[in-house]
């Protein structure tokens, strides 16, 4: 099965050149060059992941990624400007998995787009094999459809909100450092005023609850990493 990328970004010649490199990895592209268009063809269900640009005409990235994300899951990787911290940190609240600065090495992007796309493919298991979850308090994942909930009510998370989620439940007790959390979850290394990390924490905390009895559910270990709360539910 092929892998259906859109790209969203008003560089015609950008465009291009990403077609013409991923091509040939066995990627399909089709592109889009405004926002409106951008919007409606990522929810159509037809592609794989999503390349947005944050600086388009009409309807900007931010725009478009509020529009996917209020009802759809698919992994979205942000181009961002070079330094431009601000963006970054917009995009990753809004619920981007991932971003990569322009101008950008094709090669780095077509190893973000690869990374992305395993996380977001739920295990293959057959139908006859028992289910596999994994329960902290009052928190539950199915490992196999990637479905979180939370005292039973379904959370939505992005791919990398799951895997940073299923990487601190396995370890619930223990401080997980943030270099491995990278590794693990972004699959790459953290450069040193990367923030992206620590904006998918914040993400988690929103939609599960910052505090589980009383008690803060993901602690941050200043310097170190972070650690999920062992505190079990009251139910």
Request: charged share 30%; net charge negative.
């Amino acid at each position: 099965m092929i892998d259906r990328i859109l790209v969203i970004d008003d560089d015609v010649a950008l465009c291009e050149l990403v077609t013409e490199y991923l091509t040939p990895l066995g990627f399909g592209v089709e592109s889009v060059h405004d926002g409106e268009r951008g919007a409606e063809r990522a929810l159509h269900g037809e592609h794989s992941i999503v390349v947005l640009d944050v600086m388009l005409p009409g309807a900007n990235g931010f725009e478009v990624l509020r529009r996917i994300r209020s009802s759809s899951r698919i992994p979205v990787l942000m181009l961002t400007a070079r330094g431009d911290d601000v963006d970054r940190i917009v995009g990753l609240e809004i619920g981007a998995d991932d971003y990569l600065p322009k101008p950008f090495n094709p090669r780095e992007l077509a190893a973000r787009i690869r990374a992305i796309l395993r996380r977001a493919r739920p295990e293959e298991t057959a139908e006859s094999a028992p289910r596999k979850t994994l329960s902290v308090g009052d928190v539950e994942i199915d490992i196999g459809t990637r479905v979180v909930r939370r005292d039973g009510d379904v959370v939505e998370l992005t791919a990398v909100e799951y895997d940073l989620l299923e990487k601190l439940l396995r370890s619930a007790g223990q401080v997980i450092k943030r270099e491995e959390l990278a590794r693990d979850v972004l699959g790459r290394s953290l450069s040193p005023f990367d923030r992206s990390l620590d904006m998918h924490v914040s993400n988690l905390r929103k939609k599960l609850g910052h505090q589980v009895q009383g008690i803060e559910r993901i602690k941050t270990v200043r310097g170190v990493g972070y650690i999920y709360t062992t505190v079990t539910s009251d139910k």
